[in-house]
């Protein structure tokens, strides 16, 4: 997952020079000449198996769930090849897909909280994301900054209200061990967020080359930002799908695998 920031440095592997516009504490082409960011690459695969775990677990019968589980599987590809590579085309591989998930997880949660005309709710968020896709892939500099950063964020803190009010109702009908999802994804998405930070602002302590490292070796916290990340939505995906069945009177279990992956059974 790729925020727009300006740090780069060359690249010397299968990929050339690195044309992204942003590259990550990771060094550069240390295990293999063919993949830029090894461990950021790899551990991109874990946005590709919750997603498809998302999509296959769908309880509910709406086909928008397996559609938002699936969109996070090409988030997951899409990082993977902007980390292997580096390059601004497949940068936008891994942001893109980001505002296509954000904008179908809007989808639910609007049309699945508030009685609204669907059709219209589809159509404009649809015509919005393709919009702001298309000036995003076309453009570059604050214009494509701008447009993209707020227009992800917005949907992400519209998304983010409506798992809170889920869970609330979630907790009015005796079900607060669904609604503690949300929590839990919250958690997740701020230990998250706390490593992403510590990488991207305090690289030249942590890194293990410089000689400003306090660290011999690199912790490699982007990858666990995209761990860390990945079980944050799952919970909060998992949180929406119980809500919906809470809604649509859809009987169901909260069941965990290794104690660790939430997972929503129909009975």
């Not at 727009?4 to 690249?11: E, N, Q, R, S, Y």
């Not at 999802?181 to 510590?198: D, E, H, N, P, R």
């Amino acid at each position: 997952m790729a925020p727009l920031v300006t740090t780069i440095k060359a690249g010397t592997g299968f990929w050339g020079d690195v044309t992204a516009s942003m590259d990550w504490c990771e060094e550069n082409y240390e295990w293999t000449p063919y993949i830029a960011e090894f461990f950021n690459s790899w551990s991109s695969i874990a946005m590709v198996i919750l997603g498809e775990a998302c999509a296959r677990m769908n309880p509910t019968g709406n086909p928008a769930f397996t559609l938002l589980g699936r969109s996070i599987t090409v988030v997951g590809i899409g990082s993977w090849l902007f980390h292997a590579t580096l390059k601004y085309s497949m940068q936008m591989t891994d942001e893109l897909p980001m505002l296509w998930s954000m904008s179908i997880a809007c989808y639910i949660c609007v049309t699945t909280q508030y009685s609204v005309n669907k059709q219209f709710i589809r159509n404009a968020l649809t015509l919005w994301t393709l919009f702001v896709t298309l000036l995003t892939a076309g453009f570059s500099g604050k214009v494509q900054f701008f447009m993209f950063q707020s227009s992800f964020n917005f949907l992400s803190l519209v998304v983010a209200f409506m798992c809170w009010r889920g869970k609330r109702e979630l907790e009015y009908a005796n079900m607060s061990h669904v609604g503690d999802l949300f929590s839990s994804g919250i958690k997740l998405y701020l230990a998250a967020g706390a490593v992403w930070l510590t990488d991207t602002n305090l690289c030249q302590y942590i890194n293990g080359r410089d000689s400003t490292s306090i660290l011999p070796f690199n912790l490699q916290l982007h990858a666990w930002w995209h761990v860390l990340a990945s079980l944050g939505l799952v919970h909060l995906v998992v949180l929406l799908m119980g809500h919906y069945c809470l809604v649509k009177d859809i009987p169901f279990k909260l069941k965990y695998v290794y104690g660790i992956f939430p997972r929503i059974c129909a009975e």
